[in-house]
């Protein structure tokens, strides 16, 4: 009977039950055997392979360091012999999905051996690390578990035994940009002009090339006279007044809004909270302006760096944000700062 | 988090705090941490004062 294949299983402190935001700064540490949602794949990955460790680190403490981190991650495991790395799945999670495609990239760099993450397809790390290792596109909360854990096994286990993987959608993960040559029967201008002809009658169609839109903004014209500037300042940190009186949710926030100050030379402290889903709130909690600096903001004016500084701040959370929904407010948010004649924006994000 | 900032195409960029305190380093005393704050608001306002034409980390 042929060897077991041996996988190794990265995930966060999270998923390693090792707790939540308050642990993101958690060390990296390697634990025997599946841990966490590593249990559901061992079912799925059947006789053919075992999860004999699993690596764990904070998001937080990856995410501040993430070649240090990666490195020693790896360092834990650099004398195993391991045939695969399975990373999260990580879902709609940025800073998790970053690492996850960190510790992938790195490992099949220094080890040698084949790696496979699992992210949504809003997850940063989409963008990121499809160029250079295989991506599992996945639900957006770990409610999809279920779902994400059969291609993410199979696809894991067809790189530990060097099989030739098949088309993005025929096995499962994002295109890599890759270009493979085949032979098909019709040649181009025959294909090309079908492929109209069905556009034009508006039948369905699968183009051969997806061409990426990458969106991009180009950069605002500097302020012209930044002493004569009127500035406000904004979060996707999502502080919020008590009571959050606006309910803009934690997660997959569908609005923003304004708020006055609190303080005149700066936010005070025990009047707003944190109605982001995505960090350890209790340090912004015990200082808003830490995540709203106003009262850097203000010392800035008084010394007249600017002009002034617009009496609310712009405020949403910018946990989970699809990219839709994120240009839609940066849309509105900008509208709205038009209207009150605001020239610039200092805008903080977690 | 400056890559995922890069990543959906901010264009100004300045690299400051850590995820849960972008503004606020607690590891100073409240003086120094609001020395250290207005210089990050010094530094993202030079941002806004400054012409670029790609995307730019600015470092405090």
Redo the contacts between chains.
């Keep these: 009977m042929a060897e077991k294949i041996r996988v190794v299983h990265y995930i966060n402190q999270f998923f390693a039950g090792s707790g939540s935001?308050e642990q993101?700064g958690l060390p990296p540490e390697r634990r025997d055997g599946a841990v966490g949602p590593g249990k559901a794949f061992v079912p799925v990955l059947g006789g053919d392979a075992e999860i004999v460790t699993t690596l764990v680190c904070g998001d937080?403490y990856f995410?501040?360091q993430?070649d240090e981190a990666a490195d020693a991650l790896i360092d834990l495991i650099a004398a195993d012999p391991l045939d695969v790395l399975i990373a999260g799945p990580a879902f709609n999670s940025?800073?998790y999905g970053?690492a996850c495609g960190k510790v992938c990239q790195r490992v099949q760099e220094r080890l040698g051996i084949p790696a496979v993450t699992g992210v949504s397809p809003e997850n940063?790390a989409a963008?990121?690390y499809t160029a250079y290792i295989y991506v599992v596109p996945t639900g957006d909360t770990a409610a999809k578990m279920r779902d994400a854990v059969p291609p993410m096994a199979a696809l894991a286990l067809k790189l530990a035994r060097g099989e030739e993987l098949a088309t993005p959608d025929a096995d499962n993960y994002f295109p890599r940009g890759r270009r493979r040559n085949k032979f098909v029967e019709d040649f181009a201008a025959v294909r090309a002009v079908t492929m109209l002809l069905k556009k034009v009658r508006g039948e369905v169609f699968e183009t051969e090339l997806r061409i990426p839109s990458?969106?991009?903004?180009?950069?605002?014209?500097?302020?012209q006279e930044?002493e004569n500037?009127r500035?406000a300042v904004g979060t996707e940190?999502g502080t919020v007044p008590m009571g959050n009186p606006d309910h803009i949710e934690a997660v997959r926030a569908t609005h923003w809004a304004q708020y006055p100050f609190t303080g005149e030379a700066a936010l005070q402290v025990g009047t707003y909270e944190s109605a982001h889903g995505g960090?350890?709130?209790?340090?912004?909690n015990?200082?808003p302006?830490?995540?709203?600096?106003v009262?850097?903001?203000r010392?800035?004016e008084k010394k007249q760096?600017?002009r002034e500084l617009y009496e609310n701040f712009f405020s949403t959370v910018g946990c989970g944000m699809p990219?839709a929904t994120?240009t839609e407010i940066g849309h509105a948010i900008a509208q709205a700062m038009k209207e009150e004649g605001i020239e610039?924006i200092?805008l903080?994000?977690? | 988090?400056t890559?995922?900032?890069l990543?959906?195409?901010a264009?100004?960029i300045v690299k400051?705090?850590?995820?849960?305190?972008?503004?606020?380093d607690?590891t100073k005393d409240p003086e120094h941490e609001?020395q250290w704050?207005?210089k990050?608001?010094?530094t993202?306002?030079g941002a806004?004062?400054?012409?670029?034409?790609?995307?730019?980390v600015f470092e405090v």
Excluded: C, F, W
């Design positions: 935001e993101a937080d995410s501040d993430p940025g800073r970053m940063p963008d990121v990458l969106d991009r903004v180009p950069p605002a014209p500097k302020l930044l500037a500035l940190g960090y350890d709130s209790r340090y912004a015990a200082d302006n830490r995540m709203v600096p009262d850097g903001m010392a800035l760096v600017y990219i994120g610039g200092v903080t994000a977690t | 988090m890559s995922v900032a990543s959906v195409g264009n100004r400051a705090g850590r995820i849960p305190h972008p503004t606020g607690p609001l704050r207005e990050v608001v010094e993202a306002l806004l004062a400054t012409s670029i034409d790609e995307q730019t």
